[in-house]
Structures are given as structure tokens and as C-alpha cells.
T-cell receptor
Framework: DTAVSQTPKYLVTQMGNDKSIKCEQN?????MYWYKQDSKKFLKIMFS???????INETVPNRFSPKSPDKAHLNLHINSLELGDSAVYFC??????????????FGPGTRLLVL | QKEVEQNSGPLSVPEGAIASLNCTYS??????FFWYRQYSGKSPELIMF????GDKEDGRFTAQLNKASQYVSLLIRDSQPSDSATYLC??????????????FGKGTHLIIQP
């Protein structure tokens, strides 16, 4: 069984389109995240959701909107896609307590290419 | 601005030798420290975490933490070609509680030469 899964695995689209990426975890964790890994392989936090509540929004353009229908799912909707949005987007999950020992488990990634 | 610094490499180590990977971080309030391994085209995979000063060993891997120097390292003993990957140092702050995101370094590309 895949612990953290994402769909789609690959996404090729035109500038200006709107697209969504879905994430599901079956680990029973209460916190989920979206990370972006750019072409230079730098991995950066975008959002953190704890029990369906947004905790972190790290200077992400408001074209990106996360939605968490329940603790096991965190989707990412992107409006008006731009060339600079091309990257690999990773979903991750963790258990928030005990905080000092929390480990984040990553999904396989969604490779987004904006043309 | 929280920062995590790593030497990007590549770091080339002969098979069977010890590979030493280093990382420094800027936020003194950081609570937990992680090493992830990422193969090309794959997702980050946890190798070890450490949150107390000193050494922590797990098989061929040893993580070392020195909070006074804001320094974390990972030693890989008896390096194997399969250890060739990018190693990401990640730090979790203490301000946001358990739902803090990780701040990653840019990774060190390790090559184990057969």
C-alpha cells in the first residue's frame, strides 16, 4: 500500500490554464504539506494543513489554493498557470505530536510543465 | 529568514570509505533535524532524524548534532554505490508547533566510486 499518493504523476499544460493536483495519505497523520522543488532541485515548503486547518502559507501567490476536505486529503489548485510554476510538487504528511520527533513522509511527486 | 546551508558537491568517495556530509542552519530555535536521501527523479526518503546534541547511530549511518555551533552532519560508513544520491538536510523550527514545515538545504550530491 502506498502511504502518500499523488495524482497525476505528470501534468503538461498551457500558460493561463487552471489545474489541480490531488494528494491522499493512509498513515492516519493529522498534518499534510505541499512542497515545491524547482529546476535547481531546491525544495521549499508552500503550505501546511493541520486537521484541515491552514497553518503555514509561505509567501505563495494567491493563484495557489490548497483545499483539505478531510485529514487524509490535501489538494492543490493552481489558477492562471505561469511558466515559473513548472516544477515538481511534493505532498507530505506527518503526525504533529510529539513535535520534536515528527517525521514527514513524501509522496512520489507531480511533475508540472507549463508551456 | 531561516536558512540551511550545505555544500552542493559533488562529493566523490571511494566504495567502502566513510562519506561525511555537513549542514549548518541559521535559526537557533530549531528543534528537530532530518537527513533525507533523494535519488534522481524520486521523492525524498528519510534516512535519520536527530533532536538532541551528540551522535545517533542507525546501521551504517550516524547523525551528529551540535546546537551551539548550529551544525548537523551525517556519516555514512562502508559507502556503497547505492548510496550515490543527493542528501538533503532539513530543519524544523520550534515556533509553529508540530505542523511546522521543514526548511531544506539545497542538498549535497554524493557519488560513491566503485
Amino acid at each position: 500500500d502506498t502511504a502518500v499518493s499523488q495524482t497525476p504523476k505528470y501534468l503538461v499544460t498551457q500558460m493561463g490554464n487552471d489545474k489541480s493536483i490531488k494528494c491522499e495519505q493512509n498513515l492516519g497523520h493529522d498534518t499534510m504539506y505541499w512542497y515545491k522543488q524547482d529546476s535547481k532541485k531546491f525544495l521549499k515548503i508552500m503550505f501546511s494543513y493541520n486537521n484541515k486547518e491552514l497553518i503555514i502559507n509561505e509567501t505563495v501567490p494567491n493563484r495557489f489554493s490548497p483545499k483539505s476536505p478531510d485529514k487524509a486529503h490535501l489538494n492543490l489548485h493552481i489558477n492562471s498557470l505561469e511558466l515559473g510554476d513548472s516544477a515538481v510538487y511534493f505532498c507530505a504528511s506527518s503526525q504533529s505530536f510529539p513535535a520534536a520527533q515528527e517525521t514527514q513522509y513524501f509522496g512520489p511527486g507531480t511533475r508540472l510543465l507549463v508551456l | 529568514q531561516k536558512e540551511v546551508e550545505q555544500n552542493s558537491g559533488p562529493l566523490s568517495v571511494p566504495e567502502g570509505a566513510i562519506a561525511s556530509l555537513n549542514c549548518t542552519y541559521s535559526d537557533r530555535g530549531s528543534q528537530s533535524f532530518f537527513w533525507y536521501r533523494q535519488y534522481s527523479g524520486k521523492s525524498p526518503e528519510l534516512i535519520m532524524f536527530i533532536y538532541s546534541n551528540g551522535d545517533k547511530e542507525d546501521g551504517r549511518f550516524t547523525a551528529q548534532l551540535n546546537k551551539a555551533s548550529q551544525y548537523v552532519s551525517l556519516l555514512i560508513r562502508d559507502s556503497q554505490p547505492s548510496d550515490s544520491a543527493t542528501y538533503l538536510c532539513a530543519v524544523k523550527g520550534g515556533s509553529g508547533g508540530g505542523a511546522d514545515g521543514l526548511t531544506f538545504g539545497k542538498g549535497t550530491h554524493l557519488i560513491i566510486q566503485p
